[in-house]
């Protein structure tokens, strides 16, 4: 991983955001380098979109401050709920923010598995391809920073272990720096640079091998979460 | 058979505006604005009152209430939790009541309803096409510089915005645009046949486009389609013209959404 080039490209300072009497987040300092990969993990509710949304600058924070170092940002967000009175194929969804030329729609596409999809409706989809699709959007538009609301959700388990190396793949190849917001403990494990444990407030935050160790992290999953995962290795030698 | 002058100028004039409603037309479909034609001709009894109260232009006056309309239904959806049909109720009903209040006070006034309500094609001036096509080649470009911000805004606004596409700006120029094409073409076709006009042709596009623009395109070839041969139907069979035209669109759309369907959308899907 490129770890050489550690210029920061994104910062949040004490960010939070108070909406309906409550802070959802609250106190959020975490940074992200370029080619790092900063993975969030916590329970439902726990501001993991939230923090997210505020990288983006889609919601502004109420304390706090965020530095960004980019305009180059790529979001593939947790709900994508399209109207579907707006008729949309897989390659105009693909320029939907950049003039992405055909060859470069047709080698991302078939990086994430979905080239043949190309002229198909957004509607005619399932999730696992929209989610492949939606994925490769974000690739597309040549990120410095990239920002993955659970993207491999609804893929299947061979497919999802695929896109979870592309991300990593990609990471390096652009040298962007990536917000992951995962389930999948093992992947955050394995692949990430550093993990952020949230539950409103950062509960801990360090390198995968740190944290399954740290206080918090096992009040938060349970022991048996820490244990199955820091032998894991995973094996990055070969494609699907 | 030779053509009056009047019934080139009602073509020339309706052609206009159905080539200005189809994209138009299409994003009104697209981000379910549909009743914003509704509050907007509520709202237009209070700039027709105020066109009398000042001695102006009403397009003008009108324009200018739609686009405060407009800024107010843009300003409540980012503060309230409200979503646009609820707020466009509520301007709409509220902006007729002022209306009807300042009817009221101009008692001296008579208003011709059904003007409003269908206006005038037969009786267009030389001015009007100026304005229909000027005005409406003015609104099409503007359209075309915000396209992709305001596309990727009505697909998916965080994306959007993340993406430096400043979404809700495009929106609130193509909101005021809108605006302008009520007022423009309020006195000429009136306000139930552009707001018929936006939406007829674009919903029966849908029912046999694979994309935006291919959906633009032929809500245009409809719009057109459905001016002329209502003119035309009205000339024939002397109907109203402006209802001879939404029933023609009424057919199209009908006829999208037949097995002939296939016929015309060839492979898609």
Same mark, same amino acid.
């Given at each position: 991983?490129?770890?050489?080039?550690?210029?920061?490209?994104?910062?949040?300072?004490?960010?939070?955001?108070?909406?309906?009497?409550?802070?959802?987040?609250?106190?959020?300092?975490?940074?992200?380098?370029?080619?790092?990969?900063?993975?969030?993990?916590?329970?439902?509710?726990?501001?993991?979109?939230?923090?997210?949304?505020?990288?983006?600058?889609?919601?502004?924070?109420?304390?706090?401050?965020?530095?960004?170092?980019?305009?180059?940002?790529?979001?593939?967000?947790?709900?994508?709920?399209?109207?579907?009175?707006?008729?949309?194929?897989?390659?105009?969804?693909?320029?939907?923010?950049?003039?992405?030329?055909?060859?470069?729609?047709?080698?991302?596409?078939?990086?994430?598995?979905?080239?043949?999809?190309?002229?198909?409706?957004?509607?005619?989809?399932?999730?696992?391809?929209?989610?492949?699709?939606?994925?490769?959007?974000?690739?597309?538009?040549?990120?410095?920073?990239?920002?993955?609301?659970?993207?491999?959700?609804?893929?299947?388990?061979?497919?999802?272990?695929?896109?979870?190396?592309?991300?990593?793949?990609?990471?390096?190849?652009?040298?962007?720096?990536?917000?992951?917001?995962?389930?999948?403990?093992?992947?955050?494990?394995?692949?990430?640079?550093?993990?952020?444990?949230?539950?409103?407030?950062?509960?801990?935050?360090?390198?995968?091998?740190?944290?399954?160790?740290?206080?918090?992290?096992?009040?938060?999953?349970?022991?048996?979460?820490?244990?199955?995962?820091?032998?894991?290795?995973?094996?990055?030698?070969?494609?699907? | 058979?030779?053509?009056?002058?009047?019934?080139?100028?009602?073509?020339?004039?309706?052609?206009?505006?159905?080539?200005?409603?189809?994209?138009?037309?299409?994003?009104?479909?697209?981000?379910?604005?549909?009743?914003?034609?509704?509050?907007?001709?509520?709202?237009?009894?209070?700039?027709?009152?105020?066109?009398?109260?000042?001695?102006?232009?009403?397009?003008?006056?009108?324009?200018?209430?739609?686009?405060?309309?407009?800024?107010?239904?843009?300003?409540?959806?980012?503060?309230?939790?409200?979503?646009?049909?609820?707020?466009?109720?509520?301007?709409?009903?509220?902006?007729?009541?002022?209306?009807?209040?300042?009817?009221?006070?101009?008692?001296?006034?008579?208003?011709?309803?059904?003007?409003? %309500?269908?206006?005038? /094609?037969? +009786?267009?001036?030389?001015?009007? !096409?100026? #304005?229909?096509?000027?005005? $409406?080649? *003015?609104? @099409?470009?503007?359209?075309?510089?915000?396209?992709?911000?305001?596309?990727?805004?009505?697909?998916?606004?965080?994306?959007?915005?993340?993406?430096?596409?400043?979404?809700?700006?495009?929106?609130?120029?193509?909101?005021? %645009?809108?605006?302008? /094409?009520? +007022?423009?073409?309020?006195?000429? !076709?009136? #306000?139930?046949?552009?707001? $018929?006009? *936006?939406? @007829?042709?674009?919903?029966?596009?849908?029912?046999?486009?694979?994309?935006?623009?291919?959906?633009?395109?032929?809500?245009?070839?409809?719009?057109?389609?459905?001016?002329?041969?209502?003119?035309?139907?009205?000339?024939?069979?002397?109907?109203?013209?402006?209802?001879?035209?939404?029933?023609?669109?009424? #057919?199209?759309?009908?006829?999208?959404?037949?097995?002939?369907?296939?016929?015309?959308?060839?492979?898609?899907?």
């Amino acid at each position: 991983m490129a770890k050489e080039h550690n210029k920061i490209i994104l910062e949040l300072k004490d960010a939070g955001v108070y909406r309906s009497n409550r802070w959802l987040v609250r106190n959020i300092t975490l940074s992200v380098s370029k080619g790092e990969i900063l993975t969030i993990i916590g329970p439902n509710g726990s501001g993991k979109s939230t923090t997210a949304k505020i990288a983006l600058g889609i919601l502004k924070p109420d304390a706090g401050s965020v530095i960004l170092h980019t305009n180059k940002i790529a979001y593939v967000p947790q709900n994508l709920a399209i109207d579907w009175t707006l008729p949309l194929r897989v390659i105009d969804f693909m320029r939907l923010t950049n003039k992405t030329t055909f060859q470069e729609i047709t080698e991302v596409l078939d990086m994430t598995g979905v080239a043949s999809l190309i002229n198909k409706n957004l509607r005619n989809l399932s999730g696992g391809e929209f989610q492949r699709v939606l994925l490769a959007r974000a690739i597309a538009t040549k990120p410095e920073l990239l920002i993955l609301d659970e993207p491999v959700q609804g893929v299947d388990f061979t497919g999802e272990i695929a896109l979870y190396n592309l991300i990593n793949q990609v990471s390096s190849e652009l040298n962007c720096g990536t917000i992951l917001i995962s389930h999948d403990l093992h992947f955050v494990m394995s692949a990430t640079d550093n993990v952020i444990c949230l539950n409103g407030h950062i509960c801990c935050s360090g390198t995968p091998k740190t944290i399954v160790q740290s206080k918090e992290f096992i009040d938060l999953f349970g022991a048996s979460a820490a244990q199955t995962l820091s032998p894991y290795e995973h094996d990055h030698d070969h494609s699907h | 058979m030779i053509l009056d002058d009047f019934f080139i100028r009602a073509l020339i004039v309706g052609i206009g505006i159905a080539i200005i409603a189809g994209p138009f037309g299409c994003f009104v479909v697209w981000k379910r604005l549909s009743y914003f034609g509704e509050t907007l001709s509520h709202s237009s009894l209070l700039g027709v009152a105020l066109g009398y109260v000042f001695s102006i232009n009403i397009s003008i006056t009108v324009f200018a209430v739609s686009s405060i309309v407009a800024i107010l239904l843009f300003l409540l959806n980012e503060r309230t939790e409200l979503t646009s049909d609820s707020l466009l109720g509520l301007l709409s009903h509220s902006s007729l009541s002022i209306g009807l209040l300042v009817v009221g006070y101009l008692s001296y006034i008579r208003f011709d309803m059904m003007g409003l %309500l269908f206006g005038d /094609i037969l +009786a267009v001036t030389k001015l009007d !096409i100026l #304005i229909v096509w000027v005005c $409406g080649g *003015l609104f @099409i470009f503007i359209l075309y510089i915000i396209w992709q911000s305001l596309l990727a805004g009505t697909v998916n606004r965080d994306i959007a915005s993340s993406e430096n596409m400043s979404p809700r700006r495009s929106e609130l120029i193509y909101m005021i %645009l809108l605006s302008g /094409i009520i +007022a423009i073409s309020i006195k000429i !076709i009136g #306000i139930l046949l552009i707001t $018929g006009l *936006l939406i @007829i042709p674009a919903a029966m596009a849908r029912n046999i486009s694979n994309s935006p623009i291919q959906m633009i395109l032929i809500s245009i070839i409809v719009g057109v389609t459905s001016v002329v041969s209502g003119l035309f139907a009205s000339l024939t069979f002397n109907t109203a013209s402006g209802p001879s035209i939404l029933v023609i669109a009424l #057919i199209l759309f009908i006829i999208s959404l037949t097995p002939l369907k296939r016929l015309i959308s060839g492979a898609n899907n």
